[in-house]
């Protein structure tokens, strides 16, 4: 069983920064794919980022690549996403997941752990 804690959400302004961490716990981290997801107000979960487990291949949405970048640390434990040029449409709560299948897959059904989620909010 693998717990996961994100945190780093907040305020920003358009065209700001943050950078949200989630660490990982009870498992074997290394063993996991990991992957961001947002789900804003009314809206379905979606696909952010993801990192392979071994070789830490990155994969992005359409929407935020450029933007955004995934990165992960074995020896802590821990998957970043630092997220610049921020945008309104960025605004959902963010949460990581970790996923036991052999490849990243955009769809949330196939991660099997998941964080409580960080709020990102960002002004126009």
């Known amino acids: 069983q693998v717990q996961l804690v994100e945190s780093g959400g907040g305020l920003v302004q358009a065209g700001g920064s943050l950078r949200l961490s989630c660490a990982a716990s009870?498992?074997?981290?290394?063993?996991?794919?990991m992957g961001w997801f947002r789900q804003a107000p009314g809206k379905e979960r979606e696909f952010v980022a993801g990192i392979s487990r071994s070789d830490s291949m990155t994969y992005y949405a359409d929407s935020v690549k450029g933007r955004f970048t995934i990165s992960r640390d074995n020896a802590k434990n821990t998957v970043y996403l630092q997220m610049n040029n921020l945008k309104p449409e960025d605004t959902a709560v963010y949460y990581c997941?970790?996923?036991?299948?052999?490849?990243?897959?955009?769809?949330?059904?196939?991660?099997?752990?998941w964080g409580q989620g960080t709020q990102v909010t960002v002004s126009s």
């Open positions: 009870g498992g074997t981290f290394s063993s996991v794919n």
């Open positions: 997941a970790a996923s036991r299948y052999s490849r990243i897959y955009y769809s949330p059904r196939q991660y099997n752990y």
